[in-house]
């Protein structure tokens, strides 16, 4: 035996058929009614945000009244007027005399002259060598040095004194001790000059003289 519902078979009204039609259809009326909705497309790019400085409000400038000062007008001054006085005559008796002859006559003071005397330069003769001498200038030759067969030049310079001898020699240049010392040997013992002179006058004097040392073959 099967059991089979009531309702299974049983056809539906016409009246709520319609009913459910008209509420969908409403539905999608008013979806349809409805405003786009519109949806901007993403910023993709950098915002900079720049701060903006407030200037700050300018204070009013108050400017200060100046005192109305009144200069008091330049009192102009007038010179007062000449006074001419009168004067009494003078007596003639009272003139002073005065004659050309009197008045070109005076006394002056003579300004002596003095010659003055320029001296002239005083003739002045250098030192130099006393011929009488002259067999005595050389030096002995150094013996070492003439066995090396060594020649050689010294400079020196000497002090002549009043009486002709040598007071002081100094030596400038020398190849070799040894020609220096024999020069000065020699100078200080047998070196005789004539000294300077300042008008006939002996004088001190520095001279400045060369020996040579030479190997005669």
């Known amino acids: 035996m099967s059991y089979v519902s009531v309702y299974e078979n049983?056809?539906?009204?016409?009246?709520?058929?319609?009913?459910?039609?008209?509420?969908?259809a409403a539905i999608v009326a008013a979806v349809i009614a409805m405003p786009a909705i519109v949806v901007p497309d993403r910023f993709e790019g950098t915002i900079l945000a720049i701060p903006v400085r407030v200037q700050p409000t300018p204070e009013p400038v108050v400017e200060e009244v100046k005192p109305d000062v009144r200069t008091a007008?330049?009192?102009?001054?007038?010179?007062?007027?000449?006074?001419?006085?009168?004067?009494?005559?003078?007596?003639?008796?009272?003139?002073a005399t005065t004659s050309l002859a009197s008045a070109s006559v005076g006394e002056g003071m003579a300004i002596p002259l003095e010659t003055i005397t320029l001296k002239p330069d005083p003739v002045i003769v250098g030192a130099r060598l006393n011929t009488r001498y002259a067999d005595r200038f050389q030096p002995a030759y150094p013996p070492g040095q003439l066995r090396l067969e060594r020649e050689g030049e010294v400079s020196?310079?000497?002090?002549?004194?009043?009486?002709?001898?040598?007071?002081?020699?100094?030596?400038?240049?020398a190849p070799h001790e040894d020609f220096w010392e024999a020069t000065r040997r020699q100078a200080l013992s047998k070196w005789r000059f004539t000294p300077e002179t300042r008008d006939g006058k002996p004088f001190e004097s520095w001279i400045t003289l060369k020996v040579r040392f030479e190997i005669n073959s």
């Open 10 to 24: 049983k056809t539906p009204r016409s009246k709520g058929l319609i009913m459910t039609g008209a509420v969908h």
């Open 73 to 95: 007008a330049p009192v102009r001054k007038t010179a007062p007027e000449p006074r001419i006085t009168d004067l009494p005559p003078i007596p003639k008796d009272q003139y």
């Open 156 to 173: 020196v310079r000497v002090l002549v004194g009043t009486d002709g001898r040598v007071k002081q020699i100094e030596l400038i240049d």
